[in-house]
């Protein structure tokens, strides 16, 4: 059976087998990024989005991403990259095997959940497993993101305000508004 869908922002079409597996077809067509783990849906380790939300691929069968749109960390590298540094400052990345699912995990928890307490993404990412870690820089990391996230959007909005204020004051000075 063929089937068209948008992988990381590109169209595709892909030939595949009725009980072919999403994480399959997705490491068919180069994104490594997606892992095989448990196989029984409980780690996390294959998270990918479909139509931007959260799912797993290990257990989501590839005809449902017919002609909608999935994505893995290969399409969010920059987000990835960004919220990865925090990861690693605290700790939080060790091995790193588990790293490409939890961050996927994180970046639509920030998507959905903006300004999560940390019992909001203690179940949020309940779902991830990391035999390295012990959880706690991981956590660390994830606030810490979510703080400077936040900040980015008040110095954003504290900008904006001082732009619109010093384009109002040129213009209103010109009469040319």
Request: aromatic share 6%; with cysteine.
């Amino acid at each position: 059976m063929n089937i068209a869908f948008r992988l990381n922002g590109k169209q595709v079409q892909a030939e595949i087998r009725p009980d072919t597996l999403l994480l399959d077809l997705v490491r068919q067509l180069g994104c490594l990024s997606v892992k095989r783990g448990c196989e029984t849906a409980n780690c996390g380790l294959c998270t990918v989005w479909l139509d931007g939300r959260p799912v797993l691929s290990c257990s989501t069968l590839a005809v449902r991403a017919a002609g909608r749109h999935v994505t893995t960390l290969e399409g969010v590298q920059e987000e990835a990259e960004e919220f990865g540094m925090f990861l690693a400052r605290e700790g939080g990345e060790q091995c790193g095997f588990c790293s490409p699912g939890f961050i996927m995990n994180v970046l639509a928890m920030v998507r959905e959940i903006p300004g999560a307490s940390e019992e909001e993404i203690k179940e949020y990412l309940a779902g991830n497993l990391c035999r390295c870690s012990g959880y706690m820089s991981q956590l660390r990391a994830v606030k810490k993101y979510l703080d400077a996230k936040a900040g980015q959007g008040a110095e954003t909005a504290a900008w904006d305000a001082k732009a619109g204020l010093a384009a109002e004051a040129v213009c209103g000075a010109e009469g040319g508004q």
